[in-house]
């Protein structure tokens, strides 16, 4: 899973971070350098292709051996073509204005952006899940559900079935749950929202912090798997 999530970002061009967040190169190589000299890998999406391979530095980076794209299957139009070596963020974005190989750029670019890797580990009491943000942040449900309050408040007033289908599923484990309690409050010129629930036979509203671990990462769970426009890859 992890490997989705570093394609995700290196076609973002933050190769770098995401592997000095993650412990530096010899973090990414199976039992380090020594063993492992380099990452390879090939995707295909129908017709076109993205092959690269990333090597390790002495600092501790990730640079590109080689970054390619492909079209294959309709000669004599094929293409097989590198796009840099040597570099330490993807070039994959810079061909989207480069005459026939924006194209094949922008269908890998346009197929690996839209991927999302959901991780509802952290319920902690200082996850975002738990906490306020604002109730305009609802195009699309976070990874670590930190706008999962935004995203519901969303869903009911736009998807009213999808909202009642998420609220249904969780009380398949939660028969306790009466509904979610989605109330915008203004707040240095935003509304700001927070996750309450009510529970069956009474209006008081109850905080996210009371519900557990378990019960908070399944709402998440659903809504990821309910929402109605959901990534091509998650």
Known sequence: MSFFSLLREMVE????????????????LFLGPKATDKIVAELRFGVNG???????????????????????????????????????????????????????????????????????HDTSDTAAMRRSGSVRDYERFRPDAGNLAAFLFHLREEE????????????????????????????NGDEMIELEWEQKDSDYPFHASQLSDGTLRFIALTTALLQPNPPQLS
């Open 50 to 120: 993205y092959k690269f391979s990333l090597v390790p530095t002495t600092d501790n980076r990730l640079i590109f051996g080689d970054e390619r794209i492909e079209f294959t299957g309709y000669p004599p139009y094929d293409v097989d073509r590198s796009i840099g070596t040597g570099h330490s963020e993807s070039r994959l974005q810079e061909q989207l204005k480069e005459g026939k190989s924006a194209a094949i750029s922008s269908y890998v670019y346009a197929a690996i952006s839209r991927w999302v890797v959901y991780h509802f």
């Open 160 to 187: 009213k079935g999808t909202y009642d289908l998420i609220v249904d599923t969780v009380r398949l484990v939660a028969p306790f749950l009466r509904d979610f309690k989605l109330r915008p409050k203004k707040s």
């Open 13 to 28: 061009g933050r190769l770098a971070t995401a592997v000095n967040k993650a412990g530096g190169a010899d973090a990414h």
